[in-house]
């Protein structure tokens, strides 16, 4: 399983400075001489480390592979039924992302999948294939120039070259959705037919309660250099 760590770092008055994958926060005391004096606090939990364990979100399908080196029509990944593979998951659009019939409004974490059937030769019909994301499908993407403009929601091992006419769907080929389920008929003779899925992200990560502990620890910390203070 491929695992990502995202790090959601909670605001204080003062700097902050990261060092490694650790969150120190800098506070600024006055000593009994009167001079600036820093201390670190350790605040691990400023530092929100919440670990995903990025589970395949194509459930089910005809062929779940892993990433191909290449998408293309000539030289990239061949098949002769289809097949698909996660891309970017987890991903907060920063822009409205174009669909099939409309859009995804912005500020919309989303997982992105591709399914495709291109054969190295001849022809290949696949006929109502179901697939089942492990999130409700949002859209589907198949016009090229869309396409070609949701590339940054691939695969980071992933080479596309996708800038050619009849990339998508024709007319004698469909697809129907129903909540997180996709029935997909392709009819594939030169050149392949590649799809992009979006569905609404299960990995959604959430803030993790910071612990007492921590708190006590800064708390005990700061009252330590106030009552040296006081008592100058």
């Given at each position: ?5 995202k790090i959601f770092t ?179 003779s030169e050149p392949g ?40």
């Open positions: 399983m491929l695992h990502k760590q909670y605001l204080y008055q003062g700097p902050i400075v990261h060092i490694s994958s650790t969150t120190y926060h800098v506070l600024h005391v006055n000593s009994l001489s009167g001079k600036n004096m820093t201390f670190k606090s350790l605040v691990i939990s400023a530092a929100i480390f919440v670990s995903i364990n990025a589970q395949a979100a194509i459930v089910s399908g005809p062929d779940i592979i892993s990433a191909p080196s290449l998408i293309s029509d000539d030289t990239g990944a061949t098949n002769n039924s289809q097949q698909g593979f996660n891309e970017q998951q987890s991903y907060l659009l920063a822009a409205d992302l174009d669909i099939d019939g409309g859009s995804i409004a912005s500020g919309t974490v989303i997982d992105s999948h591709m399914i495709f059937l291109n054969t190295a030769s001849g022809n290949s019909y696949q006929y109502n294939k179901l697939w089942t994301f492990s999130g409700d499908i949002l859209g589907v993407i198949q016009q090229k120039n869309d396409l070609v403009a949701s590339n940054y929601l691939g695969h980071d091992d992933t080479t596309y070259e996708l800038n050619f006419n009849n990339v998508g769907l024709e007319s004698n080929e469909s697809y129907s959705v129903l909540g997180n389920q996709l029935t997909l008929t392709m009819k594939v037919d590649w799809i992009r899925v979006i569905t609404a992200s299960s990995l959604v990560p959430a803030p993790v309660p910071v612990p007492a502990a921590v708190w006590l620890f800064c708390s005990a910390l700061i009252g330590l250099f106030v009552g040296r203070r006081k008592t100058a």
